[in-house]
T-cell receptor, first 113, second 116 residues
Framework: GENVEQHPSTLSVQEGDSAVIKCTYSDSASNYFPWYKQELGKGPQLIIDIRSNVGEKKDQRIAVTLNKTAKHFSLHITETQPEDSAVYFC????????????FGSGTRLSIRP | EAQVTQNPRYLITVTGKKLTVTCSQN?????MSWYRQDPGLGLRQIYYSMNVEVTDKGDVPEGYKVSRKEKRNFPLILESPSPNQTSLYFC???????????????FGPGTRLTVT
């Protein structure tokens, strides 16, 4: 069935270190992969996205990489800061309908001072 | 200001008492969607709508209804709420997903529902 698996579920890193979150999707036809950040008490907010014709995309300290062969994509945060503490979700379109959106189960990232 | 609004933000109700959670967006988005968020399960799509009078089921539609009579509004209706519908609900909107376009969903602030 349609599925997006996200790992790890929790991640704690020292401030200044890098954090990596990985997602695996099941539908090889998926071609759009966004990442959302959810701060406490708020709705998720898009932070970066990538299309299947691109292998990597960067935006300052965050980057997303895509491996279409292995069907996984990853979020990389470098030089982590306290404000990076949040829950992060990956997502992909469902194969039964591109209008369906399947989210990963989320990763709670904590930045240790 | 571009935004998605939801009301109410918090609701405690009893089993079987019909309720409606409203959702409104001011960005002229075609696509709107409802999600529920439960610990360890992430965001699960309940229903979505690609435009006025066009709705379809997401992954967890049982026990919910929606309508899309106007482009800006997408209410979520629980005809007979049960305790397993206790959850955090999010409404979201975006321009319609098409190949080559960005598909950023804008989320509302959430509605925390408790059914006793």
């Amino acid at each position: 069935g349609e599925n997006v698996e996200q790992h790890p579920s929790t991640l704690s890193v020292q401030e200044g270190d890098s954090a990596v979150i990985k997602c695996t999707y099941s539908d090889s036809a998926s071609n759009y992969f966004p990442w959302y950040k959810q701060e406490l008490g708020k709705g998720p907010q898009l932070i970066i996205d990538i299309r299947s014709n691109v292998g990597e995309k960067k935006d300052q300290r965050i980057a997303v990489t895509l491996n279409k062969t292995a069907k996984h994509f990853s979020l990389h945060i470098t030089e982590t800061q306290p404000e990076d503490s949040a829950v992060y979700f990956c997502a992909a379109p469902g194969y039964s309908s591109a209008s369906k959106i399947i989210f990963g189960s989320g990763t709670r990232l904590s930045i240790r001072p | 200001e571009a935004q998605v609004t939801q009301n109410p933000r918090y609701l405690i109700t009893v089993t079987g008492k019909k309720l409606t959670v409203t959702c409104s967006q001011n960005m002229n988005h075609e696509y709107m969607s409802w999600y529920r968020q439960d610990p360890g399960l992430g965001l699960r799509q309940i229903y979505y709508s690609m435009n006025v009078e066009v709705t379809d089921k997401g992954d967890v539609p049982e026990g919910y209804k929606v309508s899309r009579k106007e482009k800006r509004n997408f209410p979520l209706i629980l005809e007979s709420p049960s305790p397993n519908q206790t959850s955090l609900y999010f409404c979201a909107s975006s321009h319609y997903y098409t190949s080559g376009s960005r598909y950023e969903q804008y989320f509302g602030p959430g509605t925390r529902l408790t059914v006793t």
